[in-house]
């Protein structure tokens, strides 16, 4: 399995600020995946990302307010920006087994929008 | 589109015991199914899978589940439950290349 790491681990950001959560990964992977998981909540997927081409994002979530960078095969990064309250979630990256079928997930970031 | 079920919020079962926590399924293909589990401040741990071959799949911490055609469903199981295996459980689906979804999720408390 990958291993993956995420950075920060946690943050707390004022109202209307931007904050990029780096993912990185111990291999090369093709699809990197970022999810959301608010409060007492499941995970929802925000964006898939592929190296070389713009991220796709789910219904509910816009570039303008995630925007997503994966300039390697190894690394990501999710930008939450303009932030608001609701934005407090725990953000966690993923990352495909090599045969897609399984995706590993790394720690998380828990984010609080004050 | 995928989606899957998982129908308690919360299982409470005492240390020793037998445990299940539920999971049923919706896919328009053969399905890919998952068991994950997230300890409190954690991350998503994998657990086990099923992608086809034998409908009993067996994981890590020593935990199985069962995949049941006929009623779309994926239990996760585990014979002798210990009080640290209190988590928050959550079952996955996916049609093959497409993206995961998870159920709402299903904590567990063992108690002692």
């Known amino acids: 399995s990958a291993v993956i790491s995420q950075k920060p681990s946690r943050d707390i950001c004022q109202r209307g600020t931007s904050l990029t959560i780096q993912c990185q990964v111990d291999?090369?992977?093709?699809?990197m995946f970022w999810y959301r998981q608010q409060p007492g909540q499941s995970l929802t997927l925000i964006a898939t990302?592929?190296?070389?081409?713009?991220?796709?994002?789910e219904s509910g979530f816009v570039i303008d307010k995630f925007p997503i960078s994966r300039p390697n095969l190894t690394f990501s990064t999710l930008t939450v920006s303009n932030m608001s309250p609701e934005d407090s979630s725990i953000y966690l990256c993923?990352?495909?087994?090599?045969?897609?079928?399984?995706?590993?997930f790394g720690p998380g970031t828990r984010l609080t929008v004050l | 589109a995928q989606s899957v079920a998982q129908p308690e919020d919360q299982v409470n079962v005492a240390e020793g015991n037998p445990l299940t926590v539920k999971c049923t399924y919706s896919?328009?293909?053969?399905?890919?199914l998952f068991w994950y589990v997230q300890y409190p401040n954690r991350g998503l741990q994998f657990l086990l899978k099923?992608?086809?071959?034998?409908?009993l799949v067996k994981g890590s911490y020593g935990f199985e589940a069962e995949f049941n055609k006929s009623q779309t469903s994926f239990h996760l199981k585990k014979p002798s439950a210990l009080v640290s295996d209190s988590a928050l459980y959550f079952c996955?689906?996916?049609?093959?290349?497409?993206?995961?979804?998870f159920g709402a999720g299903t904590r567990l408390t063992v108690k002692p």
């Open positions: 996955a689906v996916r049609d093959s290349g497409n993206d995961m979804r």
């Open positions: 099923y992608i086809t071959g034998d409908n």
């Open positions: 993923s990352v495909d087994s090599g045969r897609r079928d399984t995706q590993y």
């Open positions: 291999s090369q992977v093709t699809m």
């Open positions: 896919v328009s293909g053969n399905p890919y």
């Open positions: 990302a592929n190296q070389g081409s713009e991220a796709t994002y």
